[in-house]
């Protein structure tokens, strides 16, 4: 076992440095981050060059992947214009723990900075979205399984068929319309108390207390509309999985053993029918990192999504560098998991 | 059976828990929430990041403003200098001297007097651009010296005749000498200077002269402004502004409609009538800076069509196959209007002619230049080269609708085009970059440029001058389209020399019919700047003298009353 991570970790090093040079390449197709200067007359061509020099951009393209590599602590940058460079560089390259510094979305701030301001909203968002996910999909696919065919079963796989066809904006867009926007004019014109309906937007109200309360309000639609699709498509699987498990032999067997139902179906059918879920769950956990661009970027939720869409127009090379990378190690390193696990849970696999 | 409705009533409570259970929390009338729809990373002075120079109208007023109506307004100085008052004055060599008078007892938000120092301090950093990275115009060729006469009075000499001095390259005096000038000597330069940044705000650090004082930047969610102690204008009405980060331009209204937020501002004008249904929002308009156009490359092409190009016929042919002012009314909204000429609609002549809807002319045109379909595809040609147009824009929905559009209407005269929108990085990165405009590798582009909204003077020589066209040996310019008129340069150059009024209108008059008369630019829309105001919140009769020009909205805020 030890053997085959060694093999896999050592494979990752050509992998993600292919992925870093393409995606490096990708982020200037966006153009030079700085391009939208020329169309304001008050900008000069000094302006633009201190800029861009001061963030690397003068710099040719694989110079500026090296630099991202390696830092330019080692060479001096022309501040004062002069054409000899004087200041000495301060970044240190991925290869020593520096991402760099953003160039657009968030001038000046370290990316590491950022990443760890957001990720612990997205992590909030998208812990509480997955938790809800697995523990309602659990629920509905296991009993969809032993009621198949049943109303419920028809019932759940008709409503999953629609929501999983439909787009997350269009989820989101749907949810607050009817629990934050039609709700409190219902609740006026009938002289209800309008406070009760859920917030459009943000983590908390910019005028609230910022309490746990407040957080939890603001939780329920981006977490629904996330959660809703995700429980139509892992519902969906656990039913397929549970009916091959409980249609088995060994599951005959335990029947003809007298066993109860409940013992049958928790004990000896979900164990086995949870084991392919373990890679998929190992495999979703990266992108739990990157966080909802889309519902992020809807409900205005300051995560590591809304981050991304900031850093891609105008283009902020560090930034989206520093997204794909952190995406392509846990990717690599949750896959590496995944196999180990698989093998942990079930005896039959080994890897040689 | 029963099992499973079990398990459907505790999922239902689970869910309903969340929503009712929980109480919201009761709301400050006095705080006025504003949806901004863009988050700066900072709120440097003069920015190139627009986004943050709109904020600082609440925490960092200037020497004087602009109202709605476009009259100036003194803030910082006891009055306009003017020759009048005899603080203009027209120096032997002609240059133009201007003295400014601050007026008394004006305090930084941190309570220390405000002095011509610190006005003196901005004009040190706007002359080199290694102190400080943001636009300055062409300040530092047109102000020959800066001088302090005693703590409230100070005189800016330009180099030459400069009656734009209330507009253009004027003194700054809103930001804080003893809280920069410390980091420029540590750091040699202001650009990180931590009152600009979230965190200084946080510290408290951000220092101004303005009706509101940055104390809380909430990244990614929000800044709060607390009404200044230190201000001796008109107190807010509003203790507190908070400017609410919201991306989605959907999401802006359904949070106007939730009372999650009290003002929206900037949409789109197909977002007008939303705004208008929801409950309780007053929505009005001003007239905007922004505007897209249509750019004809005729005088740096080397493309298949150059030729066409360069004929100011096949040029003008290809405006009048354009219904410019029906794609203004159904792509931008009833009302809109089409400017006649990249210049601000206040030094437009009377008589000012431009190319309006004309089928017949267009096709008239084209065939009396040769390009004529000799082949029978349905697109004219000449010499075997067929017309088809390379026709570029950003990504932006609105250019990229307009280009379609036009491209039907310069199809049924029988022109052709290849639509290519590209990212604003691509389209307007310079010539070095092999930028699309800059290297002149287009025949016509969807984009804007502003102009100033207060002066007939272009004063883009990069732009619009002989001299401006990018090549490898100078390729600062920006005249990618290559519009080249030795007879607009110079009248240009004598507007922003010509004191006299009355004079140097006339003049200007002159300049724009000749820049008219190129037909390579060729306005779509100008677009108004809206705002939707909650009036439940807001008395709508104290909101609406906001600025017009491209950075001072929300520059009377503190006149903003609550409803009552």
Not at chain 1, 266 to 273: D, I, Q, V, Y
Not at chain 2, 38 to 57: G, I, V, Y
Not at chain 2, 455 to 478: K, R, T, V
Not at chain 2, 499 to 513: F, K, Y
Request: charged share 20%; with cysteine; proline share 5%.
């Amino acid at each position: 076992m030890t053997k085959y991570v060694v093999q896999r970790l050592l494979q990752a090093i050509p992998l993600l440095t292919i992925v870093t040079i393409v995606v490096f390449s990708l982020s200037f197709a966006g153009g030079n981050p700085f391009a939208y200067l020329a169309q304001d007359p008050r900008a000069r061509p000094e302006d633009k060059f201190l800029l861009q020099e001061k963030y690397g951009l003068n710099d040719s393209i694989p110079v500026q992947f090296v630099t991202w590599l390696i830092g330019d602590d080692w060479r001096l940058r022309d501040l004062n214009m002069d054409g000899v460079g004087e200041t000495p560089g301060e970044r240190q390259g991925i290869l020593r723990g520096d991402f760099g510094e953003s160039v657009s979305a968030f001038r000046g701030k370290e990316v590491s900075r950022i990443f760890a301001e957001r990720m612990p909203n997205t992590l909030i968002l998208m812990v509480t979205q997955y938790v809800v996910t697995i523990v309602f999909a659990l629920g509905i696919g296991i009993l969809a399984a032993i009621r198949q065919y049943s109303w419920f079963d028809n019932m759940v796989t008709s409503i999953s068929f629609v929501l999983y066809a439909m787009p997350v904006f269009l989820v989101a867009l749907l949810l607050v319309q009817v629990f934050a926007v039609q709700c409190r004019e219902v609740l006026r014109a009938v002289g209800g108390d309008p406070s009760i309906c859920l917030p459009v937007q943000g983590m908390y109200d910019v005028r609230g207390d910022r309490s746990f309360d407040e957080l939890l309000r603001h939780l329920i639609l981006p977490v629904v509309s996330l959660a809703a699709i995700n429980i139509a498509g892992y519902s969906r699987y656990i039913r397929s999985t549970m009916l091959e498990v409980i249609n088995s032999d060994y599951i005959r067997t335990a029947r003809s053993k007298g066993l109860t139902e409940r013992r049958i179906t928790f004990l000896h059918a979900l164990k086995n029918a949870s084991l392919p879920l373990v890679t998929i769950i190992a495999l979703d956990i990266p992108f739990l990192l990157g966080g909802a661009v889309i519902t992020e970027t809807i409900f205005s939720w300051p995560g590591m999504g809304l981050a991304f869409i900031n850093a891609v127009q105008p283009a902020d090379p560090p930034l989206l560098m520093a997204f794909t990378v952190m995406t392509a190690v846990a990717v690599v390193f949750f896959q590496l998991v995944a196999d180990v696990l698989y093998s942990w849970l079930d005896p039959r696999i080994r890897y040689n | 059976m029963k099992r499973t409705a079990r398990f459907i009533l505790v999922a239902l409570v689970m869910v309903l828990s969340l929503s009712v259970g929980i109480s919201a929390t009761a709301q400050d009338g006095n705080v006025l929430v504003i949806g901004w729809e863009q988050e700066p990373p900072l709120l440097t002075p003069r920015s190139d990041l627009a986004f943050a120079s709109l904020l600082t109208n609440f925490y960092a007023r200037d020497v004087w403003n602009w109202d709605v109506n476009r009259q100036i307004y003194p803030v910082m100085v006891e009055e306009i200098p003017s020759p009048e008052n005899g603080m203009v004055e027209t120096l032997e060599n002609g240059a133009t001297k201007v003295t400014y008078k601050l007026r008394e007892g004006l305090l930084w938000s941190d309570g220390e007097a405000i002095t011509s120092a610190d006005c003196a301090f901005w004009h040190e950093v706007t002359m080199d651009p290694t102190k400080g990275t943001f636009q300055r115009g062409s300040y530092p060729e047109v102000v020959a010296s800066f001088d302090v006469i005693d703590d409230l009075t100070f005189s800016m000499t330009y180099t030459t005749p400069f009656p734009d001095y209330t507009s253009q390259s004027t003194a700054t005096c809103g930001y804080p000498e003893h809280i920069l000038r410390p980091i420029l000597e540590a750091e040699g330069t202001i650009d990180n200077a931590a009152m600009f940044t979230p965190d200084g705000v946080n510290a408290g650090a951000t220092v101004g002269y303005g009706p509101y004082i940055a104390t809380e930047w909430i990244v990614g969610e929000s800044i709060r402004f607390e009404a200044n102690p230190n201000w001796d204008g008109a107190a807010p009405g509003f203790s507190t502004v908070i400017a609410r980060f919201i991306l989605d331009s959907a999401q802006m209204q359904n949070a106007l409609a939730a009372g999650e937020i009290d003002v929206a501002f900037n949409f789109s004008d197909d977002l007008v009538e939303g705004y208008q249904a929801v409950e309780g929002a007053e929505v009005f308009g001003t007239p905007g800076v922004f505007g897209d156009a249509i750019w004809l490359n005729y005088g740096n092409n080397r493309g298949p069509i150059a030729s066409a190009l360069a004929d100011v016929n096949v040029r003008t042919a290809l405006i009048a196959a354009i219904d410019r002012a029906t794609l203004a009314e159904q792509l931008i909204g009833p009302g809109t209007g089409v400017p006649k000429a990249w210049h601000p609609e206040a030094f437009w002549p009377e008589d000012l002619e431009t190319i309006g809807y004309d089928v017949d002319l267009a096709n008239s045109l084209l065939d009396a230049a040769g390009w004529v379909d000799s082949d029978g595809d349905g697109l004219r040609d000449k010499d075997g080269v067929a017309l088809i147009i390379r026709f570029f824009t950003t990504d932006r929905q609105i250019r990229k609708d307009y280009q379609i559009a036009i491209a039907e209407y310069w199809s049924a005269v029988g022109i052709g085009s290849q639509l290519l929108p590209v990212p604003a990085g691509i389209l307007f990165a310079d010539y070095l970059e092999r930028g699309i405009l800059d290297t002149g590798d287009f025949d016509a582009a969807i984009f804007a440029l502003s102009a100033s909204a207060l002066s007939p003077y272009a004063d883009a020589p990069d732009w619009f001058g002989c001299d401006g066209i990018p090549s490898a040996e100078d390729p600062n310019g920006n005249n990618g389209w290559g519009s080249c008129s030795p007879e607009f340069d110079a009248l240009d150059l004598q507007v922003g020399s010509t004191v006299d009024p009355a004079e140097r209108l006339a003049i200007a008059q002159e300049a724009i019919r000749e820049f008219v008369g190129e037909q390579f630019w060729h306005g779509l829309y100008l677009r108004q700047t809206w705002y939707a105001i909650n009036t439940n919140v807001i008395d709508p009769a104290t909101a609406k003298d906001v600025g017009t020009l491209s950075a001072n909205y929300f520059n009377k805020i503190e006149l903003w009353q609550p409803a009552s």
